[in-house]
């Protein structure tokens, strides 16, 4: 192999390689002794010798006005042609791998003049790591030609970002992940503001998948539909607090309304209307209790139909080879979307902390649009802890917080077109952002940078595979395939 260690610059070290086939991205081992140094590549540049520009140059001048006149006894043409072609490839060390195990040791420079240096790839690598589980979800293709596969145990208990411009394959990847756990028989919820997850357990000729009967589509205010008993106070409460801003005054006279009439049997929404009109109260209280009761009624997320209601603890208890549940929540306007997520993620943890249910995967596609603020921590620390584990999916990586990137444990990232995207999340993960930026922007379509705990913190470029499923979520537009078709003709 070709290629020489050239020096060592700040925590960099330049590899000097000629002809030799390798990619932003890909690993190299350098071997010395009993101990070898795991280098990644993450930027090319050419070999800046003194005076080659002028002698690149001179050789075009020549080669234009003496054609012919070519005489090259000794054959320096072609020892400055592979001076030429010679690229540093410009590495950081990720670790040692010492008596076959890998550790994030990288406190030593190999000798120059002594070290024996080869490319190696990943799965070799995988070798020398004990492996995250044995629950493989297979993702796409390491090393241009290798299968790769995510364990189903990296995402287990953590906290997951997938990002990228738009169209880039985040929800393609999200997707593949879902259908994944699912086949292990694990329980997810989905807020799917695009309705494209429907299709997860189909396959893409439109037949079923082994796990097409464990997904399940709910809209709010059609099929998703809550009653006040099965839903209970918590959640209620937290709903008229944080997406209808009820006062606390009003809110204590709801708390008491609400006992009084669940104490005489009567809890419903046709029980609260008429217990809040009864009650005695300020009028002005009176007022906010009825006008929330409205925007309750009128959000058709309620019924008192005991056929209509729709029980989280019921879906769970029925269904024990796991299941998705998909919140389609295209259609839905923004205030009900905030509404059905408070309800949905209260509940959720409410069922969770008396352990009435098992853990959840919640993979949500643009949060920001739903999510209150104060829920983001809530769902990395406290519900994280209960067994909410998120998989947050954006092309907008300013709308997560630096606070929230700091406890991220697994990144996808897809390409981006805008500098400051780039900046922003190459800061924001936890490699350097010299790496992320340099690697990231060198993605080609449908290939993403893992980086953290699914990647035992080597950042992996994966060439990510089709999914086999029908394409669903498509942006809809004004000029279809038809008048495409109509043009070429
Ligand atoms: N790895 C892949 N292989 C083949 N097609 C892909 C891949 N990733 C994405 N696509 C396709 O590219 C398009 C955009 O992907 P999508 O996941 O919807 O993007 P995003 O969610 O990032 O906007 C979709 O039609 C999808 O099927
Ligand atoms: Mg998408």
């Not at 839905?332 to 069922?351: A, D």
């Amino acid at each position: 192999m070709r290629i020489r260690i050239l020096k060592k610059e700040a925590d960099n070290i330049l590899v000097a390689a000629s002809k030799e086939n390798v990619r932003v991205g890909d690993y190299i081992l350098v071997s010395e002794g009993a101990r070898r140094l795991v280098l990644q590549i993450y930027d090319e540049r050419y070999l800046d010798v003194e005076g080659i520009e002028e002698e690149i140059a001179r050789e075009e001048v020549l080669s234009a006005s003496a054609q012919g006149v070519v005489e090259d006894p000794l054959d320096l043409s072609s020892v400055s042609t592979l001076i030429r072609d010679m690229r540093i490839l410009v590495c950081k060390a990720r670790g040692t791998i010492e008596k076959g195990r890998l550790s994030p040791r990288i406190d030593w420079v190999p000798s120059r003049a002594n070290s024996k240096i080869s490319r190696i790839m990943v799965n070799e690598l995988s070798s020398s790591i004990a492996p995250l589980g044995r629950r493989k979800i297979k993702v796409g293709k390491v090393d241009s030609s290798f299968d790769f596969s995510l364990a189903a145990e990296a995402l287990d208990g953590r906290i997951t970002v997938i990002t990228g411009r738009k169209e880039s394959g985040k929800s393609h990847l999200a997707k593949m992940l879902l259908r994944g756990l699912l086949e292990y028989g694990a329980y997810s919820l989905v807020f799917d503001l695009n309705d494209e997850y429907d299709t997860v357990g189909l396959r893409e000729d439109g037949t079923k998948s082994s796990v097409a009967g464990r997904v399940v589509v709910l809209r709010p205010g059609r099929e998703l539909r809550f009653s006040l008993s099965s839903v209970g106070l918590r959640p209620v409460v937290s709903l008229l607090t944080h997406s209808l801003e009820m006062p606390g005054t009003s809110l204590r006279e709801f708390v008491k309304i609400w006992e009084s009439i669940q104490s005489r049997g009567e809890l419903s929404m046709r029980g609260l209307e008429e217990a809040i009109q009864q009650w005695r109260c300020n009028e002005l209280v009176r007022d906010a209790m009825h006008a929330r009761y409205h925007t309750l009624l009128s959000s058709g997320l309620f019924t008192d139909s005991p056929e209509r209601q729709f029980d989280l603890e019921k879906f769970f208890a029925s269904r024990e080879e796991g299941a998705a549940l998909v919140l389609s929540l295209g259609g839905v306007s923004p205030l009900n979307r905030r509404m059905v997520v408070e309800m949905i993620l209260s509940k959720l943890v409410e069922l969770l902390e008396q352990r009435a249910i098992p853990p959840v995967f919640l993979l949500a596609e643009e949060a920001h649009l739903y999510l209150r603020e104060t829920y983001w921590e809530d769902l990395i620390t406290r519900m994280r802890h209960f067994g909410v584990f998120s998989i947050f999916v954006t092309n907008q990586p300013d709308a997560i917080d630096q606070k929230i990137y700091r406890q991220v444990d697994n990144i996808f990232l897809y390409n981006f077109s805008n500098e400051a995207d780039l900046s922003l999340v190459s800061q924001a993960s936890m490699v350097d952002a010299e790496t992320v930026r340099a690697i990231v922007r060198t993605l080609p379509p449908h290939t993403c940078l893992l980086l953290g705990h699914a990647a035992n913190n080597l950042p992996l470029v994966i060439g990510v595979n089709p999914f086999d499923s029908p394409s669903s979520g498509v942006t809809r537009r004004f000029f279809g395939d038809i008048d495409l078709q109509r043009m070429v003709e």
